[in-house]
């Protein structure tokens, strides 16, 4: 689904922030990608999603090497793929429905044939009361479960979380934790970035990819 | 839009396909303003475009029309006959259609702006006059009349206004070209403040644009959603600078036919035409606002797709 070969990456002049990076992510599998504060994990998302270039190194998605992939190729892929920013990045000035429809919209669908969809998806993350409301408004929480579900709605084939629990207590991040592994049954691989080791610990059993000097290990 | 949003914060209906770029901003109110104003601007030129044609285009038709003799009264000379000698000349030239003499009483008629009603004119030399009608301006030959006129009528005058008023066309036509160039400038210039607070918008925009690309928007998705609010803001300022044009004309209008009927309006009229600009005038001037709005929309598309491609 994702294979990062001997992938290397440094902003600008500066310093290389990942070297030497390859793993593969499969479909249908679990991790987390994890390391202390600023280890370089978003830029790992960033690199997956295509919105940084690697300065060294073959990064394939879904199959087909990166380097060649034209602006509608780009777009199609990343209609495969759903992200929670770590800063959630919703459009302030649309409600969270809006926020939530986002995806489908942007395919060019009409809205009334995915409203009901995602009414549903609101009421299952715990937002159907707060659908008509403007981001400003939310809590840190619900702007999360906002970001979650436009993240979803679109049925990804790969889920990219980035600290999906960094803004949340703990209740509401083991129900978040429950949602993706929910989402991983029903067959979506999914990414969870995090430096969270106790929320990692009650998931014992799942794959970690580690980054630490720029360099990443896995634990399967 | 402020409205709109309190009902959905306070959970009335479904906000649907609000526009993906915020609609209000100050840099869209500036933009209005300047929109409003070019438009007002080229809708105004238009106008005056349009009645300076409809002037010429009267001036040039009694070009074509007529010309006139005047007949000066001379102390040893019999005015009528003199009259009547130099319409039988301009008859017999080439291009003349008819000729009119214009009687004593007419004659006196066409002085009293002047000279007020009730004086007897009996006894002052008033001028004789003969309209002279063309049958076809180019054929005529005003050389050759007039110097038949020198040699066998001399107290009669050709009055060749056709010489001023193909100057006074002539200055009307240029004066048109010089609108259609400052059509042209305001025009290029609303046209580059539209690029300029297209790619503002593009800049201030980033993060919405970022989005868009995330959740998986083609460059040609994004580019409708900005193209449609510039058309949003150009129909805005379009309609204000239009509404602005007409207010100015009817305005304009009502004034030109009070003094039309003021003392020495009828000069103004045969000078400066009606002053009206008719309903295609309208038509025209409320179609600019559509140009101008769709000109916004068209260069706004441009300017994001060539922002789009630099992108990333
Ligand atoms: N746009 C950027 N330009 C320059 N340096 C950056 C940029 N984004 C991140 N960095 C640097 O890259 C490193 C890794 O950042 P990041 O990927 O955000 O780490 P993490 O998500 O693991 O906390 C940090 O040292 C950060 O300062
Ligand atoms: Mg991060």
């Known amino acids: 689904m994702v294979r990062f070969e001997s992938v290397g990456l440094r902003y600008g002049m500066g310093p290389e922030i990942l070297r030497d990076i390859s793993f593969e992510i499969l479909p249908r599998s679990f991790q987390f990608l994890t390391g202390p504060s600023g280890a370089g994990k978003t830029t790992l998302m960033r690199l997956i999603l295509l919105s940084l270039k690697p300065t060294r190194g073959i990064i394939t998605l879904f199959n087909q090497d990166a380097k060649t992939l034209g602006k509608d190729a780009i777009t199609a892929l990343r209609r495969r793929i759903g992200v929670v920013f770590q ?11 809006e926020n939530v429809a986002l995806p489908l919209r942007v395919q060019g669908r009409a809205e009334s044939s995915f409203r009901a969809e995602v009414v549903e998806l609101l009421h299952w993350v715990g937002l159907g009361e707060r659908m008509h409301v403007l981001p400003p408004v939310l809590s840190g929480g619900e702007k999360q479960r906002a970001a979650i579900a436009r993240a979803l709605i679109a049925r990804p084939d790969l889920l990219l979380a980035d600290e999906p629990t960094g803004n949340v207590d703990p209740p509401l991040a083991r129900r978040l934790m429950r949602l993706f592994t929910e989402l991983h049954k029903s067959g979506t691989a999914v990414v969870v970035a995090t430096h969270d080791l106790t929320l990692m610990d009650r998931f014992d059993s799942a794959r970690r990819l580690v980054i630490a000097d720029g360099r990443l290990q896995t634990y399967e | 839009m402020r409205a709109s949003r309190n009902d959905a914060a306070s959970g009335g209906a479904l906000k649907r396909n609000m526009p993906l770029v915020p609609a209000d901003s100050i840099a869209g109110r500036a933009l209005v303003t300047v929109i409003g104003i070019m438009t007002f601007l080229a809708a105004f030129m238009v106008g005056v475009g349009i009645m300076i044609h409809g002037a010429s285009r009267e001036w040039t038709d009694s070009i074509a029309k007529e010309i006139t003799i005047q007949v000066r009264p001379s102390p040893n000379r019999d005015i009528e006959v003199e009259t009547e000698k130099a319409a039988a000349i301009a008859r017999a030239t080439a291009g003349v259609a008819g000729v009119r003499i214009f009687g004593k009483a007419e004659s006196e008629h066409l002085l009293e702006p002047w000279l007020g009603t009730g004086l007897d004119l009996g006894e002052l030399p008033v001028p004789r006059l003969v309209v002279v009608e063309l049958s076809n301006a180019a054929n005529l030959n005003a050389a050759d009349l007039k110097d038949n006129l020198r040699a066998r009528v001399p107290t009669a005058f050709l009055d060749d206004h056709r010489l001023w008023m193909e100057r006074l066309a002539a200055m ?22 539209v690029a300029f607070a297209t790619r503002g918008a593009m800049a201030g ?7 868009l690309h995330f959740v998986g928007a083609t460059d040609r998705f994004i580019a409708v959603e900005f193209q449609r609010h510039f058309l949003r803001l150009g129909l805005r300022g379009g309609a204000i600078g239009v509404l602005l044009a007409i207010l100015g004309f009817s305005l304009f209008e009502t004034l030109s036919s009070w003094w039309a009927r003021s003392p020495g309006g009828d000069q103004m009229e045969v000078l400066f035409g009606t002053f009206s600009l008719g309903w295609i005038g309208y038509a025209i001037t409320i179609s600019i606002g559509g140009v101008v709005a769709l000109l916004t929309g068209l260069v706004s598309r441009i300017i994001v797709f060539r922002h789009l491609r630099g992108f990333e």
């Open chain 1, 87 to 97: 800063d959630f990045r919703l459009l302030d000035h649309l409600t969270t429905y």
């Open chain 2, 172 to 193: 009307a036509q240029s004066l048109v070209v010089l609108i259609v160039v400052f059509l042209a400038l305001v025009l290029v210039s609303m046209g580059l403040a």
């Open chain 2, 205 to 211: 925009n980033k993060g919405i644009v970022d989005i």
